[in-house]
């Protein structure tokens, strides 16, 4: 039991030097770190609000586009009315022009 330990305390100190070396951080470090963090969601926030930004412009595109399409339907329609109307007066005309020639 004795040689156990005794054997177990050089590793133990080797595992405790290890940690001191390696494990211990600086507040320098840490600083830097929270520093890093901190530009890092500044970065993400900054990315956030253009992403959000576009959206908006890419909805209000989206509502002139149908806006446009609905005023180009409703023209559609007008032109066909007017096209319609420009017949049957073309019509009328020809059917007068007759009934003069014919006097």
Same mark, same amino acid.
């Given at each position: ?23 211990? @951080? ?7 770190? *929270?520093? @890093? ?10 990315? &956030? ?10 909805? *209000? ?16 329609? *007008? ?18 022009? *007759? &009934?003069?020639?014919?006097?």
């Amino acid at each position: 039991m004795q040689k156990t330990i005794l054997r177990t305390i050089p590793l133990i100190t080797l595992v405790f030097v290890v940690f001191l070396v390696t494990g211990c @951080a600086t507040t320098g470090d840490v600083e830097r770190l *929270e520093q @890093a963090i901190s530009k890092a969601q500044s970065t993400a926030d900054d990315a &956030k609000a253009a992403a959000a930004a576009a959206q908006r412009t890419a909805n *209000e595109a989206k509502n002139a586009a149908s806006t446009a399409q609905h005023t180009a339907n409703d023209a559609r329609v *007008e032109a066909a009315g007017a096209r319609a109307a420009t017949d049957a007066l073309d019509q009328k005309v020809d059917r007068m022009f *007759e &009934k003069v020639m014919r006097k």
